[in-house]
T-cell receptor
Framework: EDQVTQSPEALRLQEGESSSLNCSYT??????LFWYRQDPGKGPEFLFT???AGEEKEKERLKATLTKKESFLHITAPKPEDSATYLC????????????FGSGTRLLVRP | GAGVSQSPSNKVTEKGKDVELRCDPI?????LYWYRQSLGQGLEFLIY????????KSGLPSDRFSAERTGGSVSTLTIQRTQQEDSAVYLC??????????FGDGTRLSIL
């Protein structure tokens, strides 16, 4: 069964304290891995797509990496506005392009 | 530009009533998805529409749930005879095949 697991469930950081969020996956065949950010009361906002092991993407303080078993979202020198829930999802090699989501990591960055 | 629009943003109804949730996708997006996000749980796939192809209904939890997409654009998710366990945020997303899906802000459904 295709599965996505995110850790930790929650993370508290001081402003400027860098860290990483983990997304491990078990799938029959990976088409792509997606990172989203979700603020309270809002829908998920797209951040990155990674398609193959070794690929990296960066955007401001965020950097996503991918291996054959997991992905990391590295947050460098976070700011309070980075506080949100970060969701990881995979798209598998089948006829549907549906996303299979992990349960997310709630990030709180304190000033 | 205009994003995915969902209505209503909130819906409160009594157990046993039928509800309809609407989604207006981004113009030009051929794929449309419905997901459900329950309290403390991840997003759960419900149904997928792609162009004129038969929809992938594999995620619908029961036959009380149905959805249609008219003219390849607007979609309606219908829940009949609502139950308390149907309380959740229903999210719609649109996209183009393997490209990133873009989400609306959802309909928060509460069943009394």
């Amino acid at each position: 069964e295709d599965q996505v697991t995110q850790s930790p469930e929650a993370l508290r950081l001081q402003e400027g304290e860098s860290s990483s969020l983990n997304c491990s996956y078990t799938v029959s065949g990976l088409r792509g891995l997606f990172w989203y950010r979700q603020d309270p009361g809002k829908g998920p906002e797209f951040l990155f797509t990674l398609y193959s092991a070794g690929e990296e993407k960066e955007k401001e303080r965020l950097k996503a990496t991918l291996t054959k078993k997991e992905s990391f979202l590295h947050i460098t020198a976070p700011k309070p506005e980075d506080s949100a829930t970060y969701l990881c999802a995979v798209q598998v090699m089948d006829s549907s392009y549906k996303l299979i989501f992990g349960s997310g990591t709630r990030l709180l960055v304190r000033p | 530009g205009a994003g995915v629009s969902q209505s209503p943003s909130n819906k409160v109804t009594e157990k046993g009533k039928d509800v309809e949730l609407r989604c207006d996708p981004i113009s030009g997006h051929t794929a449309l998805y419905w997901y459900r996000q329950s309290l403390g749980q991840g997003l759960e796939f419900l149904i997928y529409f792609q162009g004129n192809s038969a929809p992938d209904k594999s995620g619908l939890p029961s036959d009380r749930f149905s959805a249609e997409r008219t003219g390849g654009s607007v979609s309606t998710l219908t829940i009949q005879r609502t139950q308390q366990e149907d309380s959740a945020v229903y999210l719609c997303a649109s996209g183009v095949q393997r490209e990133p899906q873009h989400f609306g802000d959802g309909t928060r459904l509460s069943i009394l």
